[in-house]
């Protein structure tokens, strides 16, 4: 699979099989963790974010509608995203309960569970990016007017209520830290203490006329900031600039440090460390300080998660495949057991330990201009215990 972007929007987005690099090559090691392929689902739009609820008994999809009119681009469809909600079966397959539970969303991304109640959002409650740029109306026409520009985290429970935003949009807390809006913010979490993470990888706003300013970083709102943010009223965000990467992926450590990774190759964007991983404290929040990553070379990662220890990343450049990283050892890459199992476009995954202390992986493929017929796949991995 590869998808291109108009270029005249301003960015590129590539993703495809092709020869390793050698630097890509010389940062990966071996094949020595094999997944067992559980099952493929086929009825989504362009899934791009999964996430278990909080019990592990269901499994949310966004459904991010990617226009899939390859003669026009890429493009978001507006208003035309949903969520799916999933029970997780006991054999660890997964079982659609509504295929719409939340719709009307623009460009739904990645979601996080809210650990720690506030007044206005219960613990439990799902946290989702929305709002990203280039956008199409349902017929393929490119939206130029800013006015269409909403980014948002929008917020609902396991029954689909929505129950409020954090909107990122012109005159936002977020907006008045950095004269940008969000142009794509692409993934989110929470760590132990309920403070909130979101990446904005921060392309698409030339597809506007007049272009957008953007702004690419990591975001951390207070867990104490939040409902105060979805009131409508400004409070105090720290954020970390990546001017150059494209931030993609975002993932709160078992330790508490904060995980982001660089996307930036398949986004038009340079891209020092070439799919870097990057390991953040609160104390480079509150500074506006990025270290230097942990890993580079390793192509275009998007999707984080964390099963216990070991760090997950997607890979979307040169592999299409789940990179994998155990503390102080190299990455190395996932291998399937079904060989004919090739993953298009892995995007923003969720892990889930099992009682027999193994791993449920599920992957959402994001499969972009090709046409739509709303059977793009969710792969559902199980990895062994202590692998």
């Known amino acids: 699979m590869k998808i291109v972007q108009n270029i005249t929007l301003g960015f590129s987005l590539t993703v495809g099989f092709s020869i390793l690099p050698l630097a890509f090559a010389d940062s990966m090691e071996g094949y020595p963790v094999k997944g067992q392929v559980i099952q493929v689902l086929k009825s989504f739009d362009n899934p791009e974010g999964a ?18 009119m390859p003669d026009k681009g890429f493009h978001w469809t507006e208003l035309g995203g949903y969520v799916s909600k999933l029970e997780v079966q006991t054999d660890g397959t997964l079982k659609m309960v509504q295929e719409k539970l939340v719709k009307n969303l623009t460009a739904p991304l990645s979601m996080a569970i809210n650990p720690i109640a506030t007044q206005r959002f219960p613990k439990g409650a799902i946290f989702l990016c929305t709002g990203a740029a280039p956008l199409a109306t349902s017929a393929g026409e490119h939206i130029k007017d800013p006015a269409h520009a909403s980014p948002a985290i929008v917020v609902f429970d396991n029954n689909g ?19 940008a809006i969000a142009t794509l913010p692409n993934a989110i979490d929470f ?10 990888t921060a392309i698409g706003g030339a597809a506007y ?5 953007t702004a690419s970083g990591i975001w951390m709102v207070p867990h ?7 009131n409508g009223w400004d409070e105090d965000v720290y954020f970390v600039a990546m001017p150059e990467g494209g931030p993609d992926g975002v993932q709160v450590a078992p330790d508490g440090s904060i995980h982001t990774n660089t996307v930036g190759a398949v986004a038009g964007m340079k ?5 870097g991983m990057y390991r953040l404290t609160q104390d480079d929040f509150k500074a506006g300080r990025l270290p230097e990553p942990l890993a580079k070379g390793l192509g275009a990662l998007d999707g984080l998660d964390f099963a216990g220890d070991v760090r997950l990343d997607t890979e979307i450049k040169n592999t299409n495949t789940v990179v994998i990283t155990k503390p102080g050892k190299k990455p190395m890459m996932l291998e399937l057991d079904q060989a004919d199992k090739k993953l298009a476009g892995p995007a923003d995954i969720a892990v889930h330990k099992l009682a027999d202390g193994g791993y449920l992986l599920v992957i959402p493929e994001l499969s ?9 796949p969710v792969t559902v991995v199980k990895l062994p215990a202590n692998f």
């Not at 592990?56 to 899939?68: D, F, H, P, Q, R």
């Not at 006329?209 to 300013?213: K, R, V």
């Open 271 to 275: 891209d020092p460390a070439e799919g």
């Open 224 to 230: 104490k900031s939040i409902d105060i943010i979805a």
């Open 209 to 213: 006329e007049p272009p957008l300013e």
């Open 191 to 200: 760590d132990k203490d309920g403070n909130l993470y979101i990446a904005d």
């Open 161 to 179: 209520a929505v129950l409020g935003q954090l909107k990122m949009g012109h005159g936002s807390t977020f907006w008045k830290k950095t004269k």
């Open 51 to 68: 996430i278990f609820s909080d019990d592990g008994k269901y499994v949310y999809i966004s459904n991010s509608a990617e226009l899939g």
């Open 368 to 376: 972009a201009t090709s046409p739509n017929n709303h059977d793009n």
